[in-house]
């Protein structure tokens, strides 16, 4: 069966609005009688039913495709949108709000069309007449015919700031196309953008305590599209906005929290999204709150365990290196990592990257006093301090002027990595020809300075051997008289 005459539909308009005006015209009576007439249950008509939609279609000869798209599907907890799970609140297909010129325009009461894009939670005006949208006197009904009974168009009222970017990407998105000309946001369902617009837009603008849901409509118009102007940049301009968002928290508490730190944002993605998947900024606010704040490992943070710690409090540095709190406050300060004029509660709230300070307190916690180096390496104390006054040996805290080398101290691995060179060298075989003796005895004899020596036999360029009855420096051995030969055939 297929009507005569026929109603021209447009998927600007809901598939609800339309079958009432289609009803009204070959019935007189409002979309249930029609739909009964079609065999549709009204109540699966209206919950835009997948089945009941597709009767529909066949009966008016109207294309199905056409007609999905300009219905919503509500279920219980959250609705669908062209295949997308989207929130009820999202998207209504209640013909609640209205453009008194757009309806003028339409001519008579039963001509007038619920425009889907209306529907949307985060569409305060008509962006083709620049009119705040009004308010139906009646915000349950599927059609304007009904929810404004035998009222009048409401007062037009112009908008003076101009149309938000969002809402031309809205209706692109939704009556035409937009594929190709953002490839981040293509992968995203409308309201996966918008609720992360408006959610970043609504802290920058009121705050991190924002409650959205209390904004008033040109409130949200306006917080949407400060952040749309954010999240359609992509991830990383996102993150600055974390960044800002971060820093602007008013948060003082030395162990201050994700909620504290992120605000609405952060309760938005923890607790409250949970039906409706929100996209990519559950995971670049993750990932923020990871790469800046101390996270143990094993906390869950938005719904996925951290494994690995990437930052230590001082708080928890102190546990992981076995050092106490204001010792290891002083020594960070040393190492320049806390600011020397920090305070306390400073240095509480800072994080310290967990691979680069681990190491570096470790170096610490085993390094080897100054003093101690020439029994470690088996030198005498004067070549210990030419190696350190010609940087072979290297202090641990780089000095920052001449001072007293009473504190210094060496790495551990700095010195092992020295030893490791020299036990690399070949055994000196005693029978082999040759006058082999110490590097220090080799200089004397004019082949140059220790430390020049030294470096050259361990960088490979001059032969040494060890002795197999030492270790460290004093096993080196060179071949004096050969080296005495070439320096002088030089
Ligand atoms: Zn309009």
Redesign the pocket.
Known sequence: MTLWPALPFNSEETLLSYADRLSVMHTGRGMKRLVRDFGIDTENFTSGYVDAVAVFADATGLPLLDLQQASVRVLRSCASFRGDNISKLFLSPRAAR??????E?DGDRADWRF?LIWGFHHVAR??????W?VDAPTSNETNLRLALGTSELGEAQTVHAKTPDYLSWLRARIHGSVNGKNKWMDGQTIEQVLAASEMLGSILQHGHKVAITKLKPGETEEATDIGFSIYAEGPEAIEEALDTIRQTSTATAVQAGPLALYGSLFNWLDRQCNAINPGPIRDILRDHIVKHSAVEPGTRVLGVEITERRYHTLYSLSAAVGVERPRLSRLLKKLGEIPMDATEVESGRMVFETAKSVRLIEAFATAIPLRDVPAYLCATQNQVEILYRVGLVHPLIPRAGRGSVRHVVIARSHLDELLNKVTELPVLDETAAGEFHPISYACQRGAGRFEDLLADVLDGKVQGYRRFDKVGIGAIEVDVRSLIAMKKSA
């Open positions: 209205y453009c008194p010129t757009c309806l325009e425009r008509c962006d083709l007449h620049a009119l949208l």
